[in-house]
């Protein structure tokens, strides 16, 4: 049966590595033909508008009838640009549709496989000292590995400096980023960990907040001995039923990547590798040296079976990498790492946690582009403002649903807080898919690493 599974693991890897370069292909080909006209018209409108503000800026007297010109102008070209992205949507909406459908099968699954498992994982641990136990190793783990991800970008924005090269002005204060703004003080992010209705929870895929009714509900199922027995049972047959739907569900995976890798294409163009060439290629080195961090700190613990484990995560990561959102992954993940070796119990514990407090490559993100953006507009921040960041970085990442665009939601936030142009999110906003891609797998990474290390730490892997 693990070579059938292999076997069906291995096509599906090939099927999505497939998928994607098939994408890539015609993702080219729509951006010099299919949408083009649309592109070049979003371009010429563009450059009118940076035009336009720049002559607002410098006019003097804001009640002459030239600036109101100008203003009528501007909001015209905002009207048409609207229409415009309008219109390269619908053509693009078939290849979108293979993703977006995707990404709402997986989160149907991801409420109730979150709950079950980690109910079932909390239950057969035992008393509530094995969860204390398990579950202080498990955050101990969670906030070294998120404070090595800020730091290390905090580091190689400090080293490779991506946005002096920018030499912006200062934006419009009123400029508007398209990104609602998040600045958690403690109470919200309080008032967002506890959940007034589980029910409410689930509907809105709030993880976090499951994860805590879940912890909650497994302590109280093994506290009432044999009594619980049949709910355990009846969860962990109806986290089996789950999985079994996520296997359906999977099968649709190379359609999804096809499909999203084809529409960022199409919009973007392969030249926005080369615009942004400089700092794609810094963050991914970060990513690639974070990677042989978490690695390496795994080696230690689990020895060279940790080959054994990159081997079990490539699909999942891949899968992460090419949709741009770790969720997708988590059903997959959950079977490779008990495939692995890891007990079922560990596995339900610790990856649930992880999806809400261990997002190393979001967080890697966080510091370095929120930097980044500081060194765009020319605005110098001493190291002891920087590592104040990085310290309301680590709180407020913390329950990030680890879906598209979630970090740029933080990263708005952020900007706020620390007086920064909110603007400047408008200058990650063109290549964020391409950055999404590289933290979303390094997301997956760390989480499998973390779950590894906590069963190797309970003496339940060799």
């Known amino acids: 049966m693990t070579g059938i599974s292999s076997a069906k693991g291995n096509r599906l890897t090939l099927y999505i590595l497939i998928a994607l ?9 729509f951006n010099n033909g299919y949408v083009k006209s649309e592109n070049n018209q979003l371009t010429t409108i563009e450059s009118s508008l940076r035009s336009i503000q720049g002559q607002m800026k410098a006019a003097k007297d804001t009640t002459l009838q030239s600036y109101h010109n100008l203003l009528a102008f501007k909001a015209k070209l905002s009207e048409t ?5 309008e219109a390269r949507d619908n053509k693009l909406e078939p290849f979108s549709l293979m993703a977006e459908l995707f990404l709402r099968l997986i ?7 979150v709950f079950t498992t980690l109910v079932v994982g909390v239950a057969r641990l035992g008393d509530i000292k094995s969860v204390g136990r398990i579950g202080g190793k498990t955050l101990f783990w969670f906030i070294c590995a998120s404070f090595v991800s800020l730091f290390l970008g905090m580091m190689l924005v400090n080293f490779f400096k991506p946005g002096v090269s920018m030499h912006l002005p200062l934006p419009d204060a009123l400029a508007d980023t398209g990104v609602k703004k998040t600045a958690l003080s403690l109470r919200e992010f309080l008032y967002h960990v506890f959940p007034t209705s589980v029910i409410d929870a689930m509907a809105k895929n709030e993880i976090l907040q499951i994860v805590i009714f879940a912890l909650f509900f497994g302590v109280g199922t ?6 619980g027995a049949i709910i355990i049972k009846f969860m962990d047959a109806a986290a089996n039923v789950i999985l079994k739907v996520t296997g359906y569900v999977m099968s649709l995976a190379p359609l999804a990547v096809f499909g999203a890798i084809a529409v960022v294409i199409a919009k973007q163009g392969l030249g926005i590798l080369s615009t942004y060439s400089i700092f794609i290629g810094e963050f991914y080195s970060g990513l690639l040296i974070l990677w042989i961090i978490l690695f390496a ?31 997708a992954a988590f059903p997959k993940l959950l079977l490779e790492l008990e495939r692995f070796g890891c007990p079922n119990k560990i596995v339900s514990f610790v990856l649930p946690l992880g999806y809400s407090f261990n997002l190393d490559g979001s967080m890697m993100y966080m510091t370095f582009a929120s930097l980044f953006i500081a060194q765009s507009y020319g605005i110098h921040l001493d190291l002891g403002t920087q590592l104040t960041m990085l310290l309301v970085l680590m709180l407020t990442s913390k329950g990030i649903a680890g879906v598209p665009r979630a970090a740029l939601v933080v990263i708005a936030g952020t900007l706020a807080t620390f007086k920064i142009p909110e603007a400047g999110i408008a200058l990650l906003l063109g290549i964020d898919p391409l950055m999404d891609m590289g933290r979303s797998a390094t997301n997956v990474i760390g989480n499998s690493i973390a779950t590894a290390v906590v069963s190797r730490w309970e003496k339940t892997i060799d």
């Open 222 to 227: 093994a506290a009432i001995g044999e009594k």
């Open 81 to 85: 640009k609207t229409k415009v992205l």
């Open 21 to 29: 370069a098939a994408g890539i292909a015609l993702g080219f080909w």
């Open 107 to 113: 989160k149907m699954i991801i409420a109730p496989l």
């Open 297 to 327: 700190a795994g080696a230690l613990f689990i020895g060279k079976r940790i080959v054994a484990l990159m081997r079990h995560i490539k699909e999942p990561a891949l899968l992460a990498f090419s949709t741009s959102t770790s969720e």
